[in-house]
């Protein structure tokens, strides 16, 4: 059990990084938009999806208790309130980029931008609510002993995000070599998933629950599961999984950069199915590794702040952005691609470093730690 936590802390620690680099080259003004840095960024693609799957990991395959899941869930809403007014008030007094109204700090409350701010990075809180918030059902399906159930979820699930948008694109690549719109035809498709917008999350944090449970019980999990993973249970065979599947994620950007103009990012890159696979390796291949002591502490350490780091880290990007003002920065203007992103992904460290560290400190003091207590 041990060794499944300090896994799922690892991560966490590499999802967290992978978000604060993705959001650094949107939100910084010096950043490579050729090859190399999409080279990194299009490896920040697993980081949103990672985390719901060590959410289910961790959570799944425990017993549930109703109303303390309950108590939890109404605490993590008030905490995220709580951030949102804490954002809100640095954005209009600090920031200052663009004029808000009363309305649109009500919009954001409810799980809307906040004006042109960037605010989107709450968007995975709302998620993750919207997840403890059905939770109890999911984790009946889950502890059903007819399979039925939890293999009908799965299929109907990845069938509408991964299968439906890998598809897509697919028909995509096809219409641009025959010069026809191919992938209109699967549009009305998405009218029949109940599930919404955020149904690859709920996805995504249910196999990560298969795994945590098969990490736990081993061959006492389910036999289809089981089976699956002892198909790739070698370090070799994990390794040559992650790279094929960085190698498609990357060549999808560079098919979508030359026809739609896609920079840095990939369309739809959570729910494709390279990220999808990519994400349940790392996951699988942490889990089931081996740590030295120093390791385990260093990944227990940042792992218990990764919620700090996350709800930090825009006001740290924007502070940098506006310390990159300042002439000592200028020279970054000239670098090559090759030399930027290098110094691009050193000042996402620093940036990533003193999140933590305020996180850490906030922590100790009376009252504010409740704020990072998740």
């Known amino acids: 059990?041990?060794?499944?936590?300090?896994?799922?802390?690892?991560?966490?620690?590499?999802?967290?990084?992978?978000?604060?680099?993705?959001?650094?080259s949107f939100y910084t003004r010096y950043y490579s938009n050729g090859l190399a840095g999409t080279v990194?960024?299009?490896?920040?693609?697993?980081?949103?999806?990672?985390?719901?799957?060590?959410?289910?990991?961790?959570?799944?395959?425990r017993p549930l208790d109703v109303s303390k899941h309950y108590h939890k869930t109404l605490n993590i809403i008030i905490i995220v309130i709580a951030w949102k007014i804490i954002a809100s008030m640095f954005f209009v007094f600090v920031d200052r980029s663009h004029p808000v109204t009363f309305?649109?700090?009500?919009?954001?409350?409810?799980?809307?931008?906040?004006?042109?701010?960037?605010?989107?990075?709450?968007?995975?809180?709302?998620?993750?609510?919207?997840?403890y918030l059905i939770f109890p059902i999911v984790k009946l399906v889950f502890d059903a002993k007819n399979q039925v159930a939890i293999n009908t979820l799965l299929?109907?699930?990845?069938?509408?995000?991964?299968?439906?948008?890998?598809?897509?694109?697919?028909?995509?690549?096809l219409g641009t070599v025959a010069h026809h719109d191919f992938a209109s035809v699967l549009s009305p498709i998405g009218d029949y998933f109940v599930f919404g917008k955020y149904g690859y999350v709920?996805?995504?944090?249910?196999?990560?629950?298969?795994?945590?449970?098969?990490?736990?019980?081993?061959?006492?999990?389910?036999?289809?599961?089981?089976n699956l993973l002892a198909?790739?249970?070698?370090?070799?065979?994990?390794?040559?999984?992650?790279?094929?599947?960085?190698?498609?994620?990357?060549?999808?950007?560079?098919?979508?950069?030359?026809?739609?103009?896609t920079s840095l990012t990939v369309d739809n890159g959570y729910w494709l199915l390279p990220t999808f696979i990519a994400v349940l390796l790392i996951l699988f291949a942490l889990g089931k590794a081996s740590f030295s002591d120093h390791c385990a502490r260093f990944f227990y350490f940042t792992g218990a702040n990764t919620f700090g780091v996350y709800m930090l880290h825009m006001a740290g990007l924007i502070c940098l952005s506006k310390v990159q003002e300042l002439s000592v920065f200028q020279v970054m203007g000239t670098m090559n691609s090759v030399a930027l992103t290098i110094a691009n992904?050193?000042?996402?460290?620093?940036?990533?470093?003193?999140?933590?560290?305020?996180?850490?400190?906030?922590?100790?003091i009376p009252y504010l730690r409740v704020l990072f207590s998740l």
């Open 231 to 261: 198909c790739v249970s070698s370090k070799g065979k994990i390794v040559a999984g992650i790279v094929i599947c960085y190698i498609a994620t990357l060549l999808i950007q560079r098919y979508q950069h030359v026809v739609n103009g």
């Open 103 to 131: 309305k649109d700090f009500l919009i954001f409350l409810l799980g809307g931008n906040f004006g042109e701010y960037s605010s989107g990075y709450f968007w995975f809180m709302n998620a993750l609510i919207s997840v």
């Open 40 to 61: 990194v960024t299009v490896m920040c693609t697993v980081c949103v999806p990672l985390f719901f799957a060590v959410n289910g990991a961790l959570l799944l395959p």
């Open 155 to 173: 299929a109907v699930l990845f069938g509408f995000t991964v299968g439906k948008d890998t598809l897509i694109l697919l028909f995509q690549m």
């Open 1 to 24: 059990m041990k060794k499944r936590i300090v896994g799922c802390d690892a991560a966490k620690t590499i999802a967290m990084f992978f978000v604060v680099m993705l959001h650094y």
């Open 202 to 226: 709920l996805l995504y944090f249910l196999v990560g629950g298969l795994i945590g449970e098969y990490l736990v019980k081993r061959q006492e999990g389910r036999k289809w599961v089981c």
């Open 345 to 364: 992904v050193g000042l996402c460290i620093c940036v990533y470093v003193v999140c933590l560290g305020i996180s850490v400190l906030l922590r100790k």
